[in-house]
């Protein structure tokens, strides 16, 4: 193989109760598992988590539960990301909980399960702050749509937040006070929903605990990242490890003179005799290509920095100061060797983006594999 990833579900499923032991009893650990589970497999987690007890999983799109459902999964399915018209009938048919945007939504989910006789359970999200979906409705419109919707039942109200690991803002603060503002409104306008739900990894790792209420909605941290934080945090209180390897295969090894250019546009040159690593992955398979001359891949247990651009498919990398390595030997691109490690959050602030977009962005052509 040229390219894989090795994910392991016992670190997932440690990462698990450590969320769950930390936000302790009494409150619901929904992990999130949208993004095919940010590239872990999201049928394989969800089974795994399903066997550890859980009973309410939360995705993206109408989509990526049906796939759960297909592959047997029946715990309750949460889909956060939006419901288009087109897929209302899906919402009903695979026995799935939407969170709903609007009034309107509301109105219209009410009438499908009208018209098919079948019920669902639904959230509603707020706008607190963030600015994306999530209503801004008068509580008066929201609470007259909940109550006139008999044959959908309201399951929890939701808002999220835009800034949890930021604290030289006051953004948090302030979308909590709104939220719960909103959520008082409603309850004085005859509306109760069993489950207020507001925080993801950020606001656990950062132990924003007036927003983790009845549920928190973990996803980075399952996976073993939290965002860095911003000003002076309190003391972090996750400590999750990362769940998946990346490696690749060496295509060719080569003795390169000093002077030599390497790469796309020569924007390396090597300044002494070189032994240099043909490595089988480039941005095709998501190795971003802002690492060219900048990434280090584990090679042996030993950094070897990338020369040159990132190709599509191939990587440069210098190994003149590792030991041995020959074609077929895999090196590690995203990982942990003998103690030294390359993790994604390290390779998304060398490329300028976020660790979920590293984790996301590892190519379909990289094949995935679980090692327990
Ligand atoms: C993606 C998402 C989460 C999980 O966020 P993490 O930062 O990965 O923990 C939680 N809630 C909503 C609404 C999301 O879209």
């Given at each position: 193989?040229?390219?894989?990833v ?7 499923v440690?990462?698990y109760?450590?969320?769950k ?13 949208k ?39 029946d715990?309750a399915?949460v ?6 018209p087109?897929e ?14 609007s ?9 499908a ?5 079948i ?30 919707a ?9 808002t ?14 302030d ?14 306008l005859?509306?109760?929903a069993?489950?207020f ?14 927003a ?15 965002s860095p ?10 400590q ?47 190795y971003?290509?802002?690492l ?10 030993i ?33 942990r ?9 390290e ?26």
């Amino acid at each position: 193989m040229r390219s894989w990833v090795e994910i392991s579900r016992e670190q997932i499923v440690q990462n698990y109760w450590t969320i769950k032991q930390r936000v302790g009893a009494g409150i619901e650990v929904m992990p999130v598992i949208k993004a095919d589970a940010y590239n872990h497999g999201a049928v394989q987690v969800a089974a795994t988590l399903v066997k550890e007890g859980v009973g309410r999983l939360a995705v993206a799109s109408v989509e990526e539960a049906t796939e759960l459902r297909l592959a047997g999964i029946d715990a309750a399915l949460v889909v956060m990301g939006g419901v288009l018209p087109c897929e209302r009938e899906a919402i009903l048919e695979y026995g799935l909980t939407p969170v709903l945007h609007s009034p309107e939504d509301v109105r219209n989910l009410e009438a499908a399960a009208v018209k098919r006789r079948i019920t669902a359970r639904y959230h509603v999200k707020v706008d607190s702050g963030l600015g994306r979906l999530g209503t801004r409705a008068a509580c008066a419109d929201i609470a007259a749509a909940v109550r006139s919707a008999g044959t959908i039942m309201l399951e929890g109200l939701m808002t999220h937040l835009a800034s949890a690991e930021d604290f030289t803002l006051s953004q948090t603060e302030d979308q909590i006070r709104r939220f719960f503002t909103v959520v008082h409104e409603l309850r004085s306008l005859g509306v109760h929903a069993p489950l207020f739900h507001l925080s993801s990894t950020n606001a656990i790792a950062y132990g924003r605990r007036a927003a983790w209420q009845t549920l928190v909605r973990p996803g980075l941290s399952l996976y073993g990242y939290v965002s860095p934080p911003r000003g002076t945090p309190p003391e972090r209180l996750l400590q999750t490890q990362p769940a998946l390897t990346w490696k690749a295969s060496v295509l060719a090894v080569k003795h390169l003179p000093g002077g030599v250019l390497v790469g796309y546009n020569g924007r390396y040159r090597t300044s002494r005799p070189t032994r240099m690593a043909v490595v089988a992955a480039g941005y095709a398979d998501g190795y971003p290509h802002q690492l060219g001359n900048k990434g280090k891949v584990l090679v042996k247990g030993i950094l070897a920095p990338v020369m040159g651009a990132v190709s599509m498919d191939l990587l440069t990398v210098d190994v003149t100061d590792c030991p041995e390595v020959a074609p077929g030997d895999a090196v590690i691109l995203l990982g942990r060797e003998r103690g030294v490690s390359v993790d994604a959050q390290e390779i998304a602030s060398l490329a300028g983006t976020i660790s979920y977009a590293i984790l996301c962005g590892i190519g379909k052509r990289v094949h995935r594999r679980y090692v327990d």
